[in-house]
């Protein structure tokens, strides 16, 4: 793993912006030499974290995520920010809610924060044994 | 960056099916083109003929595509109609799993036994 890299960008809200900001993290991943299923992994959670805050926080309206990647030789931090408003998955799974357990379950930790001034989505992946 | 060429979905009807393929990105950007093109799939299926949604060539699979699956799943049901899930790649299959959507729907490895006869 190459550490101390990052990727740091501002993305729109709108779904087609985070298809460039995906793209823009597999390379990165790619670059740092993430393993093949880690690295499919990151950029399916860290895309739903992404389109949870342009569909739930920002609720469609548009407005920013803060998408942060950073390689250390322990690992890949990934984070991404909100500034809209939180609302709770629905307990009804049947139209959306899948999000978080893709988060949850692609990724070796993570942490969802919302707060009065956004959310802000924490996941990590261990390097894998050398 | 984008040419909106993501997504395609081609219909075709064999002896054993009716089988819907989509190629490429299943994400937001896609999934109202995707919800449309599921709409009504269970009335042009039917109990003899079952219908078998090829996932083979899906290069990603988000949760929004999910919700597609799921409810397309439980209009087929309604309607007495057999889905299968042709997954076919480690991504789909990733995705289904984590989300426990194996259990839900009825998923097969590949078409080929998706269009094995007398399912």
Known sequence: MVSGRELRRRVNAQADSLVDARCALTEWALAVGMPTNQRGDLVLAAYEAMANAAEHAYRGQGGIIELHARATAGGVVVTVVDHGVWRPPPDHKGIRGRGIPLIEGLSHRSTVMPGEEGTTVVMTWAAPDP | ?119
């Open chain 2, 1 to 119: 960056m984008n040419d909106n060429q993501q997504l395609t979905v081609r219909r075709e009807v064999t002896d054993a099916a009716l089988v819907v393929h989509v190629v490429g990105e299943v994400d937001l950007a896609t999934s109202l083109q995707l919800g449309r093109e599921f709409v009504g799939l269970e009335r042009k299926a039917s109990p003899t003929l079952p219908l078998v949604v090829d996932t083979t060539e899906v290069t990603f699979l988000a949760s929004a595509g999910l919700s597609l699956l799921v409810d397309l799943n439980q209009r087929c049901a309604d309607a007495g109609v057999d889905m299968l899930v042709a997954a076919g790649n480690d991504a789909v299959m990733r995705t289904l799993e984590t989300t426990g959507l194996t259990d839900l729907l009825t998923v097969v490895a590949n078409l080929e036994d998706a269009l094995k006869p007398a399912r």
